[in-house]
């Protein structure tokens, strides 16, 4: 069933709605691996969060 599903899908499928080589070159860099700025600012920000709230916690037991 697989088999004939594919078959089917690629024949109607064609040649012109598939992108040019260099448009799949692109999609293809485009999706590997995280984003390293986004992965680096969410620690950041995380690192932030519990930094307050680490002072948070020592200025409400000191006073």
Do not use: C, I, Q, Y
């Not at 088999?3 to 799949?24: D, F, I, M, N």
């Amino acid at each position: 069933m697989r088999v004939v599903l594919k078959h089917g899908v690629a024949e109607t499928a064609g040649k012109r709605s598939l992108p040019s080589p260099r448009r799949w070159n692109l999609l293809r860099l485009r999706g590997k691996g995280p984003s390293w700025t986004g992965l680096v600012l969410l620690v950041l920000a995380v690192d932030l969060v519990l930094a307050v709230a680490a002072w948070n916690a020592v200025d409400f037991f000191r006073h």
